[in-house]
């Protein structure tokens, strides 16, 4: 299995512009996870997934964020309008029925200038 | 809330020594995790040690869980360069969620 799969790896945007980030999970696991890591925060769950269905969104720091999973093996986090403080990287994890073993993908490192 | 804290938050040491990093928290947890997040990459699973007093070893190093399942220790022997990274800990809340500590960056000096 290829794992996670995130992409762009790297994305910097102007202020003001419309990000989106892209996760292709491990097939057959059921649930997906976006994480934002930086120096000052660590690492900071933003919403999951069980079963293509967002299931807790309550890290989602704004309106500004939002995030889709059409289906079992796609999911998008959309920044709109991006603003210097969203600068930092996002990491997709996904896990496998009930075990909260994660995997992660390689991150997306985003800057907004 | 349930918190991980992790100690130290950085250790610098010259390879060949040993180290010991700590991942405390007050509640308890039905099983902890140890990833290692290398630059650049995203963090990777080391072990899962789920029963009180366990012990689990990789190579050269040793994860113990707590008697209470409330703590958890990394132990690397004969630390390597290749062992530099940050170390996370990480336990089940609720809904399967994971809660994180803010981790130990370990850089061993060659």
């Known amino acids: 299995d290829a794992g996670v799969i995130q992409s762009p790896r790297h994305e910097v945007t102007e202020m003001g512009q419309e990000v989106t980030l892209r996760c292709k999970p491990i097939?057959?696991?059921?649930?997906l996870f976006w994480y934002r890591q930086t120096m000052m925060r660590g690492l900071e769950l933003l919403i999951y997934f069980n079963n293509n269905v967002p299931i807790d969104d309550s890290g989602m720091p704004e309106d500004r964020f939002s995030a889709k999973m059409p289906n079992a093996s796609f999911s998008t986090l959309k920044i709109q309008p991006s603003e210097p403080r969203d600068s930092a990287v996002y990491f997709c994890?996904?896990?496998?029925?009930?075990?909260?073993?994660?995997?992660f993908g390689q991150g997306t490192r985003l800057t907004v200038v | 809330t349930q918190l991980l804290e992790q100690s130290p938050q950085f250790l610098s040491i010259q390879e060949g020594e040993n180290l010991t990093v700590y991942c405390n928290s007050s509640s308890v947890f039905s099983s902890l995790q140890w990833y290692r997040q290398e630059p650049g990459e995203g963090p990777v699973l080391l072990v899962t040690v789920v029963t009180g007093g366990e012990v689990k070893k990789l190579k050269r190093l040793t994860f113990q869980f707590g008697d209470a399942r409330k703590d958890s220790s990394l132990h690397i022997t004969a630390a390597q360069t290749g062992d530099t990274g940050l170390y996370l800990c990480?336990?089940?809340?609720?809904?399967?969620?994971?809660?994180w500590g803010a981790g130990t960056k370990l850089i061993i000096k060659p």
């Open positions: 994890a996904s896990t496998r029925g009930g075990n909260t073993e994660a995997f």
């Open positions: 990480a336990a089940g809340g609720s809904n399967y969620q994971l809660i």
């Open positions: 097939s057959g696991h059921n649930s």
